[in-house]
């Protein structure tokens, strides 16, 4: 992975006998050298020392501590000592050590010193303005660190995230004379370092050659470790380890090539809407995942297969009863909206294999439990310490960047427990994925191809991220299914059919995603997004003028407050208000008439902010009778939209501003939404639910609670208004009690009982409740019966 070898792993040691020929072999490509001790006489940084010379200088040494020791005893001859100390309480030992710090402690020695006493995660750049013309040292223990070389425009660039150092990829740096650039020869591809944040590694970079300065000078604490020379012998590379548990790999194999690499996605580019972007790029990136995997010979289908045959060997051992009670086969972790997408990948795996023991939960709460000396309780979750047996667990970590602390540290973690791990991301290269890289030759890396997103808001990583799993579901559901033990070891109903139907919606799914974000294209779409040629469908339209209006709603505030300040200013500078001036206009003359004209005045600048809101809902059409405050919108769908949506919505008004802001919150409409919402319903209050589709009969019932739900917040009235609510699905049947429905054209076939009713004459597309089509395919059934039975009475006569 990554196109450059291992990644990862300790530095220093090297890579043993072999490490030699291979760092000659990487050195014709990239133009560095690599010293094998601090000795070695082709390098150009030597650090020469005879015995002789480092005598003179421990005597050197020696002198100067004992010239201090007088100095102080002289200082503090009068009192009770210098320093407070004499000799005999350490005042040698004091002097000593102050001469050594002074020679010794250089910036390598200094990180050393904090790393050995600190506790916690650190990502560090430490500097000196003695040394600031020449080197820094960086360090990673638990915070990922990754230094990017890029040789032909002198750039090093480092940073916590491997994406952030691929900042200069096809960049071009001209030296301060602007007329050329720095090394215009070809000094090979720009790579890549990732430090050992596992372990622990301290890496010094020194630019002496570059700057004209004098060689590279260690302290003599320092001078066993060993330098590698990059970017042409411009930049000498010091690497050092916290632990003996290093990787094989040497210095060379580490680099991870980032130009030329198929595997290493760019950067997106610049673009004044990521948001907008990344909803464009929907269809194209799930289009390019569902052909990656269909195409047979991507990574993708290599790891899904490497995943169906450990599940495989995993349900052997479960039938022949080698595994315990308490084993768990599948665990599904990650954090924020990718536990939220894991959780419904479990929840589905699990009903497609009842006996199959899948388990999901945040990846905090398993280092909480597993990663602490002492432990976290998973408060209100099943697992303790001892509940969960995870010994050759399968474990399947969600996390988009590939990067966030918990998985990554899940990562680390449930190496000790289990070899089955396995990362659904947004690239190959990621943090996670250089980690599981260690751990073999097997591909152990999903993508979904999308690369890295500067949106915050989560929008395209979500739907490829769900893509994929589906993609990850049917195969398993294929692999394992295929063989009636295996069936019968998890316990499956389904059958072939239904798996085809399954993949039959899976593709026209994109079809439906082109005609909700307006999309025509059918591009090459995933494995960096490019967006399709886009234009208006009936469906985008709909939703975009649904949108439009609650924007209105949320916009009105500021618009009010212009408003006022406008009346105020202009009303005050000419010394007329509204009423005033009229009266005047009139030639009003009369006492008491100005004082009510003063009044009505006082009135309208009291209430200039209602008036306001008013008239702009009035100018607009909207409701005039919903309260005048910040609005809150309600999201009711199944949990995982319901969570995904709500981070989606609330991160779009992260930085707004007080007055052009709202509250989202989100709740199970099958569930918990009217308990924990319904009394908070004011109006003016946004309500926006997914609505199943109920045509199909095993989804009736859900619907109909589901149109409950919406139905009861609708009716919480004051002064006849109640929240504003929207429903949006596939049936074409809008509920008496909403504000509006969207419905989204369905790219399905018809369901069976949908296709019975049809052919008898029933209008099931034309806007019927889910319950009057229940009601008449009971009937359909009912007379089916009957006629059965007439047909039957009738052979027996």
Same mark, same amino acid.
């Given at each position: 992975?990554?196109?450059?070898?291992?990644?990862?792993?300790?530095?220093?040691?090297?890579?043993?006998?072999?490490?030699?020929?291979?760092?000659?072999?990487?050195?014709?490509?990239?133009?560095?050298?690599?010293?094998?001790?601090?000795?070695?006489?082709?390098?150009?940084?030597?650090?020469?020392?005879?015995?002789?010379?480092?005598?003179? +200088? *421990?005597? &050197?040494? @020696?002198? %100067?501590?004992? #010239?201090?020791?007088?100095?102080?005893?002289?200082?503090?001859? $009068?009192? !009770?000592?210098?320093?407070?100390?004499?000799?005999?309480?350490?005042?040698?030992?004091?002097?000593?050590?102050?001469?050594?710090?002074?020679?010794?402690?250089?910036?390598?020695?200094?990180?050393?010193?904090?790393?050995?006493?600190?506790?916690?995660?650190?990502?560090?750049?430490?500097?000196?303005?003695?040394?600031?013309?020449?080197?820094?040292? +960086? *360090?990673? &223990?638990? @915070?990922? %660190?990754?230094? #990017?070389?890029?040789?032909?425009?002198?750039?090093?660039?480092? $940073?916590? !995230?491997?994406?952030?150092?691929?900042?200069?990829?096809?960049?071009?740096?001209?030296?301060?004379?602007?007329?050329?650039?720095?090394?215009?020869?070809?000094?090979?591809?720009?790579?890549?370092?990732?430090?050992?944040?596992?372990?622990?590694?301290?890496?010094?970079?020194?630019?002496?050659?570059?700057?004209?300065?004098?060689?590279?000078?260690?302290?003599?604490?320092?001078?066993?470790?060993?330098?590698?020379?990059?970017?042409?012998?411009?930049?000498?590379?010091?690497?050092?380890? !916290?632990?003996?548990?290093?990787?094989?790999?040497?210095?060379?194999?580490?680099?991870?090539?980032?130009?030329?690499?198929?595997?290493?996605?760019?950067?997106?580019?610049?673009?004044?809407?990521?948001?907008?972007?990344?909803?464009?790029?929907?269809?194209?990136?799930?289009?390019?995942?569902?052909?990656?995997?269909?195409?047979?010979?991507?990574?993708?289908?290599?790891?899904?297969?490497?995943?169906?045959?450990?599940?495989?060997?995993?349900?052997?051992?479960?039938?022949?009863?080698?595994?315990?009670?308490?084993?768990?086969?599948?665990?599904?972790?990650?954090?924020?909206?990718?536990?939220?997408?894991?959780?419904?990948?479990?929840?589905?795996?699990?009903?497609?294999?009842?006996?199959?023991?899948?388990?999901?939960?945040?990846?905090?709460?398993?280092?909480?439990?597993?990663?602490?000396?002492?432990?976290?309780?998973?408060?209100?979750?099943?697992?303790?310490?001892?509940?969960?047996?995870?010994?050759?667990?399968?474990?399947?970590?969600?996390?988009?960047?590939?990067?966030?602390?918990?998985?990554?540290?899940?990562?680390?973690?449930?190496?000790?427990?289990?070899?089955?791990?396995?990362?659904?991301?947004?690239?190959?290269?990621?943090?996670?994925?250089?980690?599981?890289?260690?751990?073999?030759?097997?591909?152990?890396?999903?993508?979904?191809?999308?690369?890295?997103?500067?949106?915050?808001?989560?929008?395209?990583?979500?739907?490829?991220?769900?893509?994929?799993?589906?993609?990850?579901?049917?195969?398993?559901?294929?692999?394992?299914?295929?063989?009636?033990?295996?069936?019968?070891?998890?316990?499956?109903?389904?059958?072939?059919?239904?798996?085809?139907?399954?993949?039959?919606?899976?593709?026209?799914?994109?079809?439906?995603?082109?005609?909700?974000?307006?999309?025509?294209?059918?591009?090459?779409?995933?494995?960096?997004?490019?967006?399709?040629?886009?234009?208006?469908?009936?469906?985008?339209?709909?939703?975009?003028?649904?949108?439009?209006?609650?924007?209105?709603?949320?916009?009105?505030?500021?618009?009010?407050?212009?408003?006022?300040?406008?009346?105020?200013?202009?009303?005050?500078?000419?010394?007329?208000?509204?009423?005033?001036?009229?009266?005047?206009?009139?030639?009003?003359?009369?006492?008491?008439?100005?004082?009510?004209?003063?009044?009505?005045?006082?009135?309208?600048?009291?209430?200039?902010?209602?008036?306001?809101?008013?008239?702009?809902?009035?100018?607009?059409?909207?409701?005039?009778?919903?309260?005048?405050?910040?609005?809150?919108?309600?999201?009711?769908?199944?949990?995982?939209?319901?969570?995904?949506?709500?981070?989606?919505?609330?991160?779009?008004?992260?930085?707004?501003?007080?007055?052009?802001?709202?509250?989202?919150?989100?709740?199970?409409?099958?569930?918990?939404?009217?308990?924990?919402?319904?009394?908070?319903?004011?109006?003016?209050?946004?309500?926006?639910?997914?609505?199943?589709?109920?045509?199909?009969?095993?989804?009736?019932?859900?619907?109909?609670?589901?149109?409950?739900?919406?139905?009861?917040?609708?009716?919480?009235?004051?002064?006849?208004?109640?929240?504003?609510?929207?429903?949006?699905?596939?049936?074409?049947?809008?509920?008496?009690?909403?504000?509006?429905?969207?419905?989204?054209?369905?790219?399905?076939?018809?369901?069976?009982?949908?296709?019975?009713?049809?052919?008898?004459?029933?209008?099931?597309?034309?806007?019927?409740?889910?319950?009057?089509?229940?009601?008449?395919?009971?009937?359909?059934?009912?007379?089916?019966?009957?006629?059965?039975?007439?047909?039957?009475?009738?052979?027996?006569?």
């Amino acid at each position: 992975g990554g196109g450059g070898g291992g990644g990862g792993g300790g530095g220093g040691g090297g890579g043993g006998g072999g490490g030699v020929d291979e760092s000659t072999r990487h050195s014709n490509r990239y133009n560095f050298r690599g010293d094998g001790n601090s000795t070695h006489r082709g390098s150009r940084f030597q650090i020469g020392a005879s015995n002789s010379v480092m005598e003179r +200088l *421990a005597s &050197r040494r @020696q002198s %100067i501590a004992a #010239a201090a020791m007088r100095s102080l005893q002289a200082a503090g001859a $009068g009192g !009770e000592g210098a320093l407070g100390l004499d000799v005999e309480a350490g005042l040698g030992e004091f002097c000593a050590a102050a001469v050594d710090a002074f020679f010794d402690n250089d910036l390598v020695r200094s990180a050393r010193m904090f790393l050995k006493s600190a506790r916690g995660s650190f990502g560090l750049c430490i500097t000196s303005s003695l040394d600031s013309d020449r080197q820094m040292v +960086l *360090a990673a &223990r638990g @915070q990922t %660190i990754s230094v #990017a070389f890029y040789p032909k425009s002198g750039l090093v660039l480092y $940073g916590s !995230e491997q994406a952030a150092v691929k900042a200069a990829l096809g960049k071009q740096v001209p030296k301060s004379d602007g007329d050329s650039f720095y090394n215009p020869e070809d000094t090979g591809p720009a790579f890549r370092l990732d430090l050992d944040d596992l372990g622990g590694e301290i890496c010094m970079l020194d630019w002496a050659g570059a700057a004209g300065l004098p060689p590279l000078q260690l302290s003599r604490k320092e001078l066993n470790l060993r330098h590698y020379s990059v970017m042409g012998d411009s930049v000498t590379v010091t690497l050092i380890s !916290e632990t003996l548990a290093m990787s094989n790999a040497s210095f060379f194999q580490r680099l991870i090539p980032i130009e030329d690499n198929p595997l290493i996605a760019p950067l997106p580019e610049t673009c004044q809407d990521p948001v907008a972007k990344d909803i464009a790029d929907i269809p194209a990136a799930l289009k390019w995942i569902q052909d990656d995997w269909n195409g047979g010979n991507s990574l993708n289908r290599a790891t899904g297969c490497y995943l169906a045959r450990k599940l495989k060997l995993r349900l052997k051992s479960r039938a022949e009863g080698k595994l315990p009670p308490a084993a768990i086969d599948v665990l599904v972790t990650g954090c924020e909206v990718s536990l939220w997408v894991g959780e419904q990948f479990a929840s589905d795996l699990s009903a497609l294999m009842p006996l199959l023991r899948v388990r999901c939960i945040s990846s905090n709460k398993v280092l909480g439990l597993l990663g602490q000396d002492f432990p976290v309780p998973a408060v209100g979750h099943d697992m303790t310490e001892d509940s969960w047996d995870l010994n050759n667990a399968i474990v399947l970590i969600v996390s988009h960047s590939g990067g966030t602390f918990g998985p990554l540290a899940t990562a680390n973690l449930m190496q000790s427990s289990t070899a089955d791990i396995f990362l659904v991301a947004s690239e190959w290269d990621t943090q996670v994925g250089k980690q599981l890289r260690k751990m073999g030759d097997q591909s152990r890396v999903f993508s979904t191809g999308i690369g890295v997103r500067p949106a915050e808001p989560c929008s395209i990583s979500v739907a490829a991220t769900h893509q994929l799993l589906t993609q990850i579901l049917q195969h398993l559901a294929l692999a394992v299914l295929g063989s009636p033990k295996l069936r019968r070891a998890v316990g499956c109903q389904y059958t072939d059919q239904d798996l085809s139907e399954l993949e039959r919606c899976n593709r026209d799914n994109i079809d439906a995603l082109r005609d909700i974000v307006g999309g025509v294209g059918g591009g090459a779409g995933g494995a960096g997004g490019t967006t399709q040629t886009t234009q208006e469908t009936s469906t985008s339209s709909a939703l975009k003028a649904a949108g439009d209006k609650w924007a209105r709603h949320v916009l009105e505030a500021p618009i009010a407050w212009i408003m006022s300040a406008v009346y105020i200013a202009v009303t005050v500078t000419l010394g007329y208000p509204l009423m005033s001036g009229v009266g005047a206009a009139c030639g009003v003359s009369v006492v008491w008439a100005l004082r009510v004209l003063g009044f009505l005045d006082a009135a309208i600048y009291v209430f200039i902010p209602q008036l306001s809101t008013w008239a702009i809902r009035a100018w607009q059409g909207r409701s005039m009778f919903h309260r005048m405050t910040g609005r809150t919108v309600v999201i009711g769908d199944c949990p995982w939209v319901a969570q995904s949506a709500e981070a989606f919505l609330s991160k779009l008004f992260a930085c707004a501003y007080p007055n052009a802001t709202i509250s989202v919150m989100s709740g199970n409409p099958a569930d918990h939404l009217v308990h924990r919402h319904t009394h908070r319903v004011v109006r003016g209050s946004l309500l926006i639910v997914g609505r199943p589709d109920g045509r199909l009969s095993a989804l009736t019932t859900l619907e109909q609670s589901v149109c409950l739900s919406v139905n009861q917040a609708s009716s919480i009235q004051n002064y006849g208004v109640t929240c504003e609510s929207l429903t949006i699905g596939h049936n074409a049947s809008k509920l008496p009690l909403t504000a509006g429905a969207l419905f989204l054209p369905g790219k399905r076939p018809r369901y069976l009982c949908e296709q019975l009713l049809a052919e008898r004459g029933v209008a099931v597309d034309a806007g019927v409740s889910s319950g009057a089509l229940l009601g008449e395919f009971a009937n359909m059934k009912a007379r089916s019966t009957s006629q059965q039975r007439l047909h039957h009475h009738r052979g027996a006569r």
